[in-house]
């Protein structure tokens, strides 16, 4: 019986992991682009700082709608809501319009 070899642990025979020099470099290089990549992103994405309604003329409708919602959107979204005064859907027409009424 006593030229039985002794029981060892497998564990024991191999080799402590070498780590190669890069790794930490490549570590360094995936956390610097990611939180570039990041900042980059929010920067790209974010609320503007002012909101700009035509509201349509002073004493019409949407002027009022325009500024009710100005005012909830302040408040939601903690930003500037301005309403501009505009003389309606005519300023997009693209040429004047003309009374064509004849008296």
């Given at each position: ?32 682009s990611?939180i ?57 027409l ?10």
């Amino acid at each position: 019986m006593n030229s039985e070899t002794p029981i060892t642990n497998p564990l024991q025979t191999v080799p402590p992991p070498t780590w190669h020099p890069l790794i930490p470099w490549l570590a360094c290089v995936v956390l610097l682009s990611s939180i570039t990549v990041t900042v980059l992103y929010r920067l790209q994405t974010r609320t503007p700082a002012q909101i700009t309604i035509a509201g349509g003329p002073p004493d019409g409708c949407y002027h009022k709608q325009a500024e009710s919602l100005a005012k909830e959107r302040t408040y939601r979204l903690k930003i500037w809501v301005k309403v501009d005064k505009t003389n309606g859907s005519l300023e997009n027409l693209p040429f004047p319009v003309q009374d064509t009424k004849t008296s």
